[in-house]
């Protein structure tokens, strides 16, 4: 999907109708702290701790932070970008270290499904994408395109299973 600045997107505001009497926002709490979480992973076996990084793609930066967070926990190593555009950057810039995307489909800019589009011509790392709320029509392209989805707000266990599959050698 291809986008102009302005555009709306499946993702935007403007691409969804409000409902009677205006926009609708619910306010969520904050993820539990990590400190309740072992400081060492659990159950992590050798082969997992692998050279190679995951690139988690995210523009809001508390989540992005208790993501990399997790994903340290579970003996992985993990670099962020906060917009599609900057994941396509660090796409570029980490070549055939990058093993597996996390990517949200609803970013500013170009979405999180344009820009697994665009990379996948400089990789083939499996893309897992996540989204708290994105409209059908973009889970669906999102299932087509990627090779796994989370539902936000994402467990501990769900993030582990899924790298597991994925990074498991």
């Known amino acids: 999907m291809r986008t102009r600045p302005g555009a709306a997107t499946p ?3 403007s691409a969804a109708s409000p409902p009677p009497g205006g ?3 619910t306010e969520l709490p904050p993820p539990p702290a990590l400190a309740s979480q072992p400081k060492t992973p ?3 076996s050798p082969e997992l701790q692998t050279p190679g990084v995951i690139l988690v793609v ?3 930066p508390d989540l992005l932070s208790v993501l990399l967070s997790m994903i340290k926990a579970v003996g992985y190593e993990a670099v962020s970008a906060g917009s599609g555009e900057e994941g396509l950057l ?3 810039e ?3 270290s990058l093993r597996l995307l996390l990517v949200d489909l609803c970013l500013p800019g170009i979405d999180g499904c344009e820009m697994v589009a665009r990379s996948r011509e400089s990789h083939s790392a499996p893309v897992v994408f996540m989204s708290g709320g994105a409209p059908q029509p973009l889970l669906e392209l999102a299932l087509a395109k990627g090779d796994d989805f989370l539902s936000k707000p994402i467990a501990l266990a769900d993030l582990r299973r ?3 599959r994925h990074l498991a050698n």
């Open 162 to 164: 899924v790298l597991d």
């Open 11 to 13: 993702c935007s505001p």
């Open 90 to 92: 660090r796409c570029g």
């Open 58 to 60: 995210e523009d809001q």
């Open 23 to 25: 926009q609708l926002f």
């Open 94 to 96: 980490l070549g055939a």
């Open 42 to 44: 659990r159950s992590v």
